[in-house]
């Protein structure tokens, strides 16, 4: 079954700590890969995505993913995080040819000031 | 240009009542898909609508649910004689082409009393 799993589902951490958020799917074919986060009382915005090419993309805000094919993982990485990274943070997961994106259940990220 | 609109915003409804929920894409965007997000969960994926065409509903419930995408207008998701379960955050989100990056409107919550 095609399914995207998000190891944490709340993180702390204080200002400056390096964030790791870890990411499975599990999909039959070509992926895919996306983060989206949640600020506090906003919508749902595009963090970074993987479609084809370099397995390490950078996207918004200092933050970058790693996609590991033989893992069938895309974790979300930022060295330095801010008070501001307060977020829910969404992996999700859509075949190349497929209309439905697949979501995690999210993580909610709280960062100490 | 404007991002992609959803109104209302917040939706109150009582049970038994319909709720009628709009999603206007973004400027040059044809293809539109709805979300549902309940409680503590992530995004679960309804339906994927061209103009005047519904393309995939397989993640719609089979009562009660309809959506469609008019020639003209918004696109319409529409919910008859709403149930508490219905309450959840409903989000849309449009994209130029099929395997194109979908982005996200600020989401409709709908509350039944």
């Known amino acids: 079954a095609q399914s995207v799993s998000q190891h944490n589902h709340h993180v702390i951490l204080s200002e400056a700590a390096s964030l790791e958020l870890g990411c499975n799917y599990s999909?039959?074919?070509?992926?895919?890969l996306f983060w989206y986060v949640q600020y506090p009382g906003q919508h749902l915005q595009l963090l970074l995505k993987?479609?084809?090419?370099?397995?390490l993309v950078k996207g918004i805000k200092g933050f970058e993913a790693e996609f590991i094919k033989s893992k069938f993982s895309f974790n979300l990485r930022k060295p330095s995080v801010q008070w501001s990274d307060t977020a829910e943070y969404f992996c999700?997961?859509?075949?190349?040819?497929?209309?439905?994106?697949?979501f995690g259940k999210g993580t909610r990220l709280h960062i100490l000031p | 240009n404007a991002g992609v609109m959803q109104n209302p915003r917040h939706l109150v409804r009582r049970r038994g009542q319909e709720a009628r929920l709009r999603c206007s894409p973004m400027?040059?965007?044809?293809?539109v898909y709805w979300y549902r997000q309940l409680p503590e969960e992530g995004l679960k994926f309804m339906v994927y609508?061209?103009?005047?065409?519904?393309?995939?509903e397989s993640g719609m419930p089979k009562e009660r649910f309809s959506a469609e995408f008019p020639k003209e207008g918004p696109s319409i998701l529409r919910i008859q004689q709403v149930v508490r379960g219905d309450s959840a955050a409903y989000f849309c989100?449009?994209?130029?082409?099929?395997?194109?990056?979908?982005?996200f409107g600020p989401g409709t919550r709908l509350l039944v009393l």
């Open positions: 989100a449009s994209s130029p082409r099929l395997s194109e990056t979908q982005y």
């Open positions: 999909y039959g074919g070509t992926v895919n």
């Open positions: 993987y479609f084809s090419g370099d397995p």
């Open positions: 999700a997961v859509k075949g190349n040819r497929d209309d439905k994106i697949i």
């Open positions: 400027k040059g965007h044809s293809h």
């Open positions: 609508l061209q103009k005047e065409n519904i393309i995939d």
